[in-house]
Structures are given as C-alpha cells and as structure tokens.
C-alpha cells in the first residue's frame, strides 16, 4: 500500500487538508504501508517556498512523518512538481503522437464566448471541440508559426466512466459532460489533472485518499490512465470540513489552519486526535487515543461520507485531556513562549526558575483549555500588591490575623502550611468557610476568584524565594497580608 499527500504551497495548511493528511497516514502506519508527501507547485504565481516550509513544518508538528517525499528523498522521486517538467512533456508528446491528445488554438475569449452561450442554452459548459480534428500537419504548421497552443485530451464520445469510490460506493459520469481538458497549458505548465496522474503512477500510488471536492476531476483522470494504459489507484474522497453553520469551514468561522490553532495554543496530540473524529470513530465508545492506536483501528471503509463539523468546543475538550497527560518539562516548555509575552518570565530561565515552573503547571493544567490560560492562572502569582481593596465584611480581620501568624518571616510553600495557618486564621478571627477563604484569596491574589488556594498560594511563596531565576518579582505572602492589613486597618 503507498499513499500519498500533494498539497500545493500556496497558503499555510487547512485543518480540512490536515485531516486529509491525517487519513492517508493512518492507513499508511495501520496496514504496514507507505506514506508519500509530494509537493504539487505549478501554480507558479501562488506558490512560494514559505509556503511550503510551512506546509512541512505543520505537518511535523503534529506527528505526520512521511517515509518518501520532499526533504527526505526515496526511489521515486523528483517530489516537487516543478522538477518533473520534462516528464510531463514526454508524456504529452507519447499522447499527440498516439491521436489520444491534440493542439488547440482557441483564444481565451473564444472559450468564454462558447461558456456563456452554453450557459445561456441550459447547456453544461464544456469545450465545444473546435480543434478537435485539425490535422496535425495544420496544427505542426501553427505552431511554427508561433502561435500559442494548449494540448487537450481527445474523450470518447457517448460512453460512461464509472469507479467504486472506497468510501461512497460506485460513482458514475458520462463523458457528454466532460468535454476535452486541457493536459498542458500554452506556456508548458502542465494542468493538474494531467500531472497527478503521471506522478501517481510512476511513484505507484495505490490508494489515492483526497476531498470530495476532487470527486468532478475523477473521470477525467481515469480517462488518462486508460489513454496511457495505466491501471487507476484505488479513490477515496472524504466529506468536506464543515462549520457550525454546515458552511465549508472558512476565515468567517474563526482559525482554519493547523498554525492558528499551534498559536492558539493547542497541542499537536489533541488536534491529530480530533481530527480523526471528524468522519470517523474507532469504535468501543472511545475517542481519545494515541495516534498509534488510532492508526491500528482505522479503516477507509469506516470513514462516513456525510460531511463533518469542526467544533472547537470539542476540541478544546481533547486538549483538556492531553494537557492533563502532559509531562511536566513538556508542559514547561510549551508554555513558557505564553509567559514570556506575559511578562511572567522575563529572561534565561535557572534551573530554580525551570523547577518551579514544573512543579506548579501541571497543577494549573487540570483547569484550562489551551496554553496561554496557564498564564492567566498564573496572573496572581506576579501581582504587584497595593491597589485599592474594598472593606468587605471579615476583609479587615483576616488581613491583619494573616499579617501576624506570617509575621515571623513563614512561607506557605506547601499545602499543609497554608492550611495550618488558615487554621489559626479561623481561630482569630472566628470566621470559617467561604467567610474565611474568600478574604483570603482577596488579600493574596487581589481577585475573587482563580485557582485552587492550595495550589496558588505555595506558588506565589516558592517563587518569592527565587532570586535571579528568570521570573518576574514576586511579592512573598506575607508582604501582601501586611499591606493589606495597613490598606484596611
């Protein structure tokens, strides 16, 4: 089995076409196959190599290594369109010569002229067959003239083209709709329903997976490998990626490509695991799986073809889960660029700094969606104390009850130390519950509500400690209980 991936580079990749990519692969790792990236760039005004560098970033990302293709090599190769020109070119000489292509000369706007009138008649526009029998001989003569042609494949008349898509079964076309395609434009450009079938067949792609917006080029292609007497791959074309709105999926409906939701703050794990749930399940009521248990359970034949809903809710909830799995360094790592625009690490991190970070995120990574919400949770931990605090009733008593049990110098670098001293709290001031705790939270955090107590206040005193560490200051406990104590006394 070998697939294949082509993108073309003209923009960064779409999570509908990453999810395109997503599917071949998991057939390719799932059957023992090979996975092909290949780099469809004869749209020369489009394409750039940015593009294409992103393209491949991208898809390293999230996980998608590809065993032949650009930056990697293999025996089928060149894998950039542009340099298999000549290629094309052999090809198209082999069908002029064979009667199965020939010359056209029609201008552009003879053609829009024959559109509209098609148009105008009811008519399903295609090419009206005008050069269709030049001799070659007046063809050979224009051309030395120098007039500018395109080469067009000669389609059967009256007679049905028929494949079983893996996915939505037996489609059929008559060629009456077809009309004759271009194969290769004026300047030599190959067109893209000539080139993927000469690149599919000499890199001998088996199954060829792609959207079912490619349903229409179908037949066409499968016309040309009968023209070279090639035998077609195997066609799957999935359901297009919907919005909430049933709408294909576009900038209207916030990020669409696999670089937003990188910068989102989303991790390559989440977004490959849900991907694979748009048009597919893996069945026993699971989702959330590792890429290789869902490249074990995948199957073409499982995939639906009604279209999928891209719901970043759900994916948010995927994210959820592996950001809880994630490893501590991992997670301090992913979120320290989040931190940094933050200003909550403002220069080389110390190994101390490091240390805190890993022992305080996973903590926070139980309570957020995405990335940068860990700097959010973070927010009370770099608070500069002194702004105006509202005499709420039990605010003044427990400022300065908590001001005098930290007067010592102690620091609430644990759980247990935070809630012996909450204890005493409650003993001086007589108030317990939420009559007791959310003063506290006021005082220390300066917000009514945020992380778990537990959690940020040992945060708040291990970083007060740290000195030249990478962070930003941090005012101690004790400093923002005294203040506090002054502010409302």
Not at 104 to 111: G, H, R, V
Not at 144 to 157: H, T
Not at 342 to 353: E, K, N, P, T, Y
Not at 421 to 436: E, F
Request: proline letters at 6%; glycine letters at 8%; one cysteine or more.
């Amino acid at each position: 089995m070998r697939v294949r991936f082509a993108p073309s580079p003209t923009g960064h990749l779409h999570v509908g076409n990453a999810r395109t990519a997503l599917f071949n692969w998991l057939l390719a790792r799932g059957q023992g196959g090979t996975f092909i990236l290949r780099i469809e760039d004869t749209d020369r005004e489009r394409s750039t190599k940015e593009s294409e560098q992103a393209i491949v970033d991208d898809l390293r990302w999230m996980g998608l290594q590809w065993d032949e293709g650009v930056e990697v090599g293999g025996n089928y190769g060149p894998y950039r369109q542009t340099e298999r020109l000549k290629n094309y070119a052999d090809h198209a000489a082999r069908l002029i010569a064979e009667g199965k292509g020939y010359y056209c000369f029609c201008s552009a706007e003879a053609l829009d002229a024959q559109r509209k009138a098609q148009l105008a008649a009811s008519l399903p526009p295609k090419y009206a067959g005008t050069c269709r029998n030049m001799s070659p001989a007046d063809a050979a003569v224009r051309r030395a003239n120098g007039e500018p042609a395109v080469i067009r494949l000669r389609v059967p008349d009256s007679r049905e083209v028929a494949f079983t898509d893996v996915v939505r079964g037996l489609v059929t076309f008559h060629t009456d709709v077809i009309g004759d395609p271009v194969l290769v434009r004026s300047d030599g450009i190959p067109a893209y329903n000539f080139a993927v079938v000469i690149d599919d067949e000499e890199m001998k792609v088996t199954h060829v997976i792609r959207g079912e917006d490619h349903i229409s080029n179908t037949p066409r292609q499968i016309l040309l490998y009968e023209a070279f007497g090639y035998t077609p791959p195997a066609f799957a074309h999935l359901s297009l990626v919907m919005g909430p709105d049933h709408a294909p999926l576009s900038k209207r409906h916030g990020a669409t490509s696999v670089r937003e939701f990188r910068e989102k703050g989303y991790l390559p794990e989440a977004l490959v695991n849900y991907l694979a749930l748009i048009g597919w399940s893996p069945g026993h009521n699971e989702e959330l799986l590792p890429a290789d248990e869902l490249a074990r359970r995948f199957r073409l034949e499982n995939v639906a073809h009604s279209a999928g809903i891209f719901d970043e809710d759900k994916l948010a909830w995927a994210n959820r889960h592996y950001l809880k799995l994630c490893a501590p360094d991992r997670l301090a790592q992913l979120a320290e660029p989040y931190l940094r625009v933050r200003g909550q690490i403002v220069g080389a991190l110390s190994d101390a700094g490091r240390a805190w970070l890993e022992h305080v995120l996973p903590g926070m990574a139980a309570s957020v969606d995405r990335l940068p919400q860990l700097a959010d949770r973070l927010e009370a931990v770099f608070l500069e104390p002194g702004a105006p605090l509202e005499n709420e009733p039990g605010l003044p008593e427990v400022a300065a009850a908590l001001a005098a049990e930290l007067a010592d110098g102690l620091r609430l670098v644990d759980k247990d130390t935070f809630r012996a001293v909450a204890g005493r709290v409650k003993d001086r001031t007589r108030l317990k519950g939420k009559g007791l705790f959310h003063p506290i939270r006021v005082i220390l955090t300066g917000a009514a509500e945020g992380p778990e107590l537990d959690l940020i206040v040992p945060a708040i005193d291990r970083a007060a400690d740290l000195h030249d560490a990478g962070l930003a200051a941090v005012a101690s406990c004790q400093e923002r209980a005294t203040l506090a104590a002054k502010m409302l006394a």
